[in-house]
């Protein structure tokens, strides 16, 4: 941990273009999947118009930022070419960019290439990268030269075979360790927004994700924002023994531990929802102990 101390201090906001969005209170990013395979099938968008009236409900119910991706990442996916990935990206955010020139818009994606594509082209103002630049050797350096926040997420293995008997010999003190390697690899490289993601149910059982969850506030050291996508995934609807249609109850549950855990940023299908939760556990956190 010595060799980060150099660059970790406190963010309180992210710098995108020009603009710095505030995360003195968490905010909420709503979903965008053109994708036909996602595993939560409300969450696919593939036509223009769907693509605008999703973004338009996620800004109007609350939503700080849109994370669009168009490579399904769900366990087992296959991956779609490079070339597929930028002509759907680049349909759907024509679509948003037109509609709502001023929305703060993720990108989901590991490869370098689309990053500076979706940067270059449509102003994406961050990018969303479950593999923390592993899966893309020229990521990092990508990242720096654009100069965008970077959203670096921990994943054991790739999306074709995380699920495949993930293991850790302590998951929290894993995590801290990769983090703080990763941190300074991109400091190294001139990368200085960065929110880190633990990454719950990429490479993770169970019992790992619910590690991470209770242990949370352990990734604060770093002093950077953190990012959970918790929405309605297996850990919610396996342990309930549901389906994830039916996982948004448990899905507010575990934001809220999340929210009091330290999280920054909520990645949601629901945003409304999550909004609330954002905004009820803010006022609770708020009050002086004792009051009365």
Do not use: W
Request: net charge positive.
């Amino acid at each position: 941990m010595k060799n980060t101390r150099s660059f970790i201090n406190n963010k309180n906001g992210l710098v995108c273009n020009g603009k710095i969005i505030s995360l003195e209170k968490p905010l909420v990013m709503g979903i965008i999947n053109i994708t036909p395979d996602s595993f939560y099938a409300k969450s696919q968008f593939v036509l223009q118009r769907q693509i605008a009236k999703r973004a338009r409900e996620i800004l109007v119910q609350g939503g700080s930022i849109i994370d669009i991706g168009a490579c399904s990442t769900r366990p087992g996916a296959k991956l779609v070419s490079e070339k597929e990935e930028i002509l759907r990206l680049s349909k759907g955010l024509t679509t948003i960019r037109k509609n709502f020139p001023d929305a703060i818009i993720s990108v989901d994606t590991f490869r370098a290439s689309v990053a500076k594509h979706v940067v270059n082209n449509f102003n994406a103002n961050m990018i969303n990268d479950i593999s923390a630049g592993n899966m893309d050797e020229k990521m990092i350096e990508t990242i720096a030269s654009l100069s965008v926040p970077y959203i670096a997420m921990h994943m054991q293995g790739t999306p074709q075979n995380m699920q495949q008997n993930p293991n850790y010999s302590n998951v929290v003190k894993e995590l801290i360790s990769f983090f703080a390697q990763k941190i300074e690899q991109l400091y190294k490289a001139g990368v200085r927004d960065v929110i880190i993601d633990p990454g719950f149910g990429f490479g993770k059982a169970i019992e790992h994700n619910y590690a991470l969850l209770q242990n949370l506030e352990a990734f604060k050291l770093f002093g950077l924002p953190i990012l959970v996508g918790l929405s309605r995934k297996s850990m919610i609807y396996k342990v309930l023994n549901i389906k994830p249609d039916q996982a948004l109850n448990g899905t507010t549950a575990i934001n809220t531990i999340a929210l009091f855990k330290g999280a920054n940023i909520l990645r949601v299908h629901d945003v409304k929802e999550a909004v609330e939760t954002v905004s009820l556990a803010s006022l609770t956190k708020s009050q002086p102990k004792g009051f009365k």
